[in-house]
């Protein structure tokens, strides 16, 4: 085979060098002179005589080939056993296949025919794929091992760092355990923003000048309290009417909350009625953050403003009474809620999302009457249930039946949590004994108490300090019954009345099942030397009259 024959692939590829004379077969191509005279080939510049390959097409080993005329492959050394374009002539050079390739039509072959190793190894199981020269397989270098004293370093390092953070909670737990306020003055909600009422950072409404407040606590004893009317007998108004009447009634109340080192400090927005001349306003006891020390806001419906006192609240029917210095307002007109059946229209007035929304109107029907709320009817209260929207903001606004009579205060803060069009309102003629306590002593009579301040132990402050949840005594004072029980500061109530205390809410609803004089039965866990080795006991006290003791201040 000579090298002329360039297409052993049989792939229609030609020659580079064929300059378009085509050259006869190995086999018929005519001696040369040196051949023909007997004389060895000479080597020459211009030409070049062919090497002794190792085998021909036809197999025959050593067989000289005649020299090739120009175009052909360029000079070769005799010296070389291989022709200049790989071991078969092919110019590109032949795939190279050193196991074999037992499927190639064209001559590939099943082992090295030189018996040498091949150039490329592979190494299985994690070995690497790489030129060997050699031909020997090279094992992969083993890891650098790391440091065994920065080792012990690291780990000893985040030993200590894992024992900072727990006893730092640890730490911080213990101390708001013993240390957090007491009840109520140190329970004091915070601000919840989106939840309850509108709250914000500051202060949204008009910045008109602020009238100035009341001198006193503003109760008066003297007060004959809000008057309720019965249903009028002319027939009913309609939504336009209604609100006309009663639209200059709603006020708007900003509640000012200052911060502390453990809460966040904010202004809370919900609504008020007018429902004396003379000054009273309601709200929910919510809106004011049942506290009277916080700073509170009355803006009127002709957007004057007036600073304002809270008179007293109570937290279990929600309701607050405010005072400001003015005169001539124009106050609600009370209906009975008792005279509601299921199915009467009803409006609802308020500023849903704070003053920007003020004296916003919704309208729905009266769903049911006399529902009764979790930890919100304790002392007995039902409220109404109705499908007007109360939004945060509405809180503490009328609900106003189709007479223009307000027959019930909306709170947001009483809901049922989960359900969509399921609004609560307070009904005014069964909270008119609470509204005239208020306004006259600023306190519920007939409320009783404990006579100490104390706070609850959440359920996490109770995993990690390992005490019970329940309510905390921070301070028993003097007048308390619980001072002849060899109850101390420290101790923790677990039960009252043999119903479980979890939250001071718990607590108040038991206490307002009773009167003052009457006796309970408290459960008292007492903390031990180590966690967990408390003791517990009951103890039987004399319960105190609440005066507004228990209003934070």
């Known amino acids: 085979m000579s090298d002329s024959d360039f297409d052993h692939n049989h792939n229609g590829e030609q020659d580079p060098w064929n300059n378009g004379t085509e050259n006869p077969p190995a086999d018929e191509q005519p001696a040369g002179p040196e051949q023909q005279a007997g004389q060895q080939p000479q080597e020459t510049p211009d030409s070049s005589g062919q090497a002794e390959a190792p085998g021909s097409a036809d197999g025959t080993p050593g067989e000289e080939q005649p020299g090739t005329a120009y175009g052909q492959p360029p000079y070769q050394n005799p010296q070389n056993p291989y022709p200049p374009y790989g071991q078969y002539n092919n110019p590109y050079g032949q795939y190279h296949q050193p196991y074999g390739n037992n499927s190639n039509p064209y001559g590939g072959y099943n082992q090295n025919q030189y018996n040498q190793q091949p150039y490329w190894s592979y190494q299985p199981y994690g070995g690497q794929y790489q030129q060997n020269p050699n031909g020997d397989p090279q094992q992969p270098k083993p890891p650098k091992r790391k440091n065994t004293g920065l080792r012990v370093f690291l780990w000893i390092l985040g030993g200590l760092c894992a024992a900072f953070v727990l006893g730092f909670c640890i730490y911080g737990v213990q101390t708001a355990v013993t240390q957090q306020g007491g009840w109520p003055q140190n329970t004091v909600s915070q601000p919840e923003n989106g939840n309850d009422d509108s709250a914000s950072s500051g202060s949204e409404s008009s910045q008109a000048q602020i009238q100035g407040g009341l001198k006193g606590d503003g109760t008066n004893p003297a007060s004959s ?52 001349k003379d000054g009273y306003i309601l709200t929910n006891a919510h809106v004011v953050n049942y506290s009277r020390a916080n700073k509170v806001k009355v803006v009127l419906h002709n957007k004057k403003e007036y600073e304002a006192t809270v008179v007293g ?45 003020s004296s916003s109107l919704t309208g729905g029907y009266v769903s049911a009457l006399n529902r009764t709320i979790e930890s919100h009817s304790d002392n007995g209260m039902t409220y109404i249930q109705t499908d007007a929207a109360i939004n945060p903001g509405n809180s503490g606004g009328p609900l106003v039946n189709m007479y223009g009579q307000v027959v019930g205060i909306n709170s947001n803060k009483i809901v049922a949590t989960g359900y969509e069009g399921m609004g609560f309102a307070i009904p005014v003629s069964k909270a008119k004994t609470i509204i005239d306590d208020l306004i006259a002593h600023g306190y519920v009579s007939g409320r009783s108490r404990l006579g100490i301040t104390a706070t609850t132990i959440t359920e996490i402050q109770s995993q990690l300090s390992g ?46 099942k009773h009167k003052a004089g009457d006796t309970i039965t408290l459960t008292i866990y007492r903390i031990g030397s180590g966690q967990g080795n408390g003791s517990t006991r009951n103890v039987k006290t004399k319960l105190l009259e609440d005066k507004g003791e228990t209003q934070a201040r």
């Open 225 to 276: 309290g809000i008057t309720i009317q019965s249903k009028p007998t002319t027939g009913e108004l309609n939504a336009k009417d209604v609100y006309k009447n009663v639209v200059e009634s709603v006020v708007g109340v900003e509640t000012t909350v200052a911060g502390t080192t453990d809460s966040q400090g904010g202004v809370i927005q919900g609504t008020g009625i007018v429902a004396t």
């Open 313 to 357: 609240y109570d937290k279990t029917s929600d309701i607050a009474v405010l005072r400001i210095n003015a005169n001539d307002l124009s106050p609600a007109v009370f209906g009975n809620a008792a005279q509601l059946e299921i199915g009467d229209s009803v409006i609802a007035i308020g500023n849903p999302g704070g003053m920007e929304y």
């Open 467 to 512: 005490y019970p949840t329940g309510v905390m005594i921070r301070e028993i004072s003097a007048e308390s019954d619980l001072t002849k029980s060899n109850v101390a500061a420290g101790d923790i109530i677990t039960k009252a009345d043999g119903q479980a205390v979890a939250s001071l809410d718990d607590l108040y609803a038991v206490l307002n």
